[in-house]
């Protein structure tokens, strides 16, 4: 397998990510558990969670599992910071102040069963904390050995640029990653976002790299969202990402798929993987099938010849679906 490093951690982590944003809600304990095993079975040592999938459920569970398999230490172990994680939550238990980071590492800890957290990200940019405040609870952390590596997610790219040189002029730990929004609908980081993680060494683990199934087919020309899905439940901001022209490049996938003898679900994959200056797209499985279906990408290459046919569907840098549509300082709506 092609092991790539995680920006400038001097970590090899393996080109999937599996994200377990539906351990503990939709996908229950020994399902996830399972899944856990599976992937690490089959070579990615990378597990991403986050303190607010389902009220800490998600972290508990990982835990649980790399505790049962014995296998923390083979894992490089990601989890994230700022959203509230219960809805009773009190006014300081959310946001990007110290009060709250130092707090909410201590409770990660607690349910992921471990002495440290391998990257710990910033799950959205804050409107109010001063940027240095924050780096200054993330180093005291890094200092601590509590975590290894810092990242964000879904930042502006002037802000990463903020926050580098903070660390460079206090000496602090800085951001080694950003998990951005990114699939073939939704191309926009390759304008600043790719061109600076490229110049300053920083891994890129995307998010929704299947367009949370649009970019697989699931929503096609003409039909009914299928039962059950995001789109039928109005989840997830779902309209504002299906429109008449993603349907359309869902189906084209569909086509190109079967030409090439792979789901599209497994091509909309490939490509993210394998486009410049991306680490890692995070996997999000349901289901063991869901599962199955992403593991064989681990040793596909995109042909360089389809990366035209691609870019004939979606201009590079640009976008047909809203994928920031969850980023408060993200204006521009398609």
Not at 102 to 116: G, H, I, N
Not at 187 to 205: D, F, G, H, M, S
Not at 232 to 240: F, I, K, L, Q, T
Not at 329 to 334: E, F, G, L, P
Request: net charge negative; with cysteine.
């Amino acid at each position: 397998m092609d092991y790539r490093l995680l920006g400038r951690s001097g970590v090899y982590v393996s080109p999937l990510c599996l994200g377990t944003m539906n351990f503990g809600g939709p996908t229950p304990e020994d399902v996830s558990i399972k899944l856990i095993n599976q992937a690490i079975d089959a070579g990615i040592n990378f597990i991403d969670t986050a303190n607010v999938y389902n009220g800490g459920e998600s972290e508990r569970i990982v835990g649980k599992a790399l505790k049962e398999n014995g296998k923390r230490d083979q894992i490089v172990l990601a989890t994230k910071v700022y959203n509230p994680v219960t809805e009773d939550h009190g006014p300081n238990d959310w946001n990007l102040s110290r009060y709250h980071i130092v707090k909410a590492c201590e409770d990660s800890l607690r349910r992921l069963q471990t002495d440290r957290i391998d990257l710990y990200q910033l799950h959205r940019p804050s409107q109010y904390v001063p940027h240095q405040e924050t780096l200054r609870a993330l180093d005291d952390l890094v200092t601590a050995g509590k975590v290894r590596s810092i990242g964000v997610s879904t930042f502006p790219s002037w802000m990463i640029m903020e926050g580098l040189a903070i660390s460079e002029k206090y000496g602090w730990a800085s951001y080694i990653s950003e998990q951005p929004p990114y699939n073939l609908l939704d191309r926009r980081i390759e304008n600043e976002i790719v061109p600076l993680a490229q110049k300053y060494n920083l891994a890129i683990i995307p998010w929704s790299p299947l367009a949370m199934g649009i970019a697989a087919g699931k929503y096609l020309p003409g039909e009914a969202a299928p039962a059950g899905s995001r789109l039928a439940d109005g989840r997830n901001m779902m309209n504002e990402r299906v429109n008449d022209t993603s349907r359309q490049i869902g189906a084209r996938m569909l086509e190109l798929a079967q030409e090439r003898d792979v789901t599209a679900s497994q091509l909309a994959l490939l490509w993210v993987k394998d486009q410049p200056a991306i680490t890692a797209p995070i996997i999000g499985p349901r289901t063991e099938a869901h599962l199955a279906d992403a593991l064989p990408v681990l040793d596909m290459t995109l042909a360089d010849e389809d990366r035209p046919i691609f870019d004939a569907l979606v201009h590079p840098g640009t976008a047909v679906s809203d994928f920031y549509n969850s980023a408060w300082w993200m204006k521009a709506r398609i």
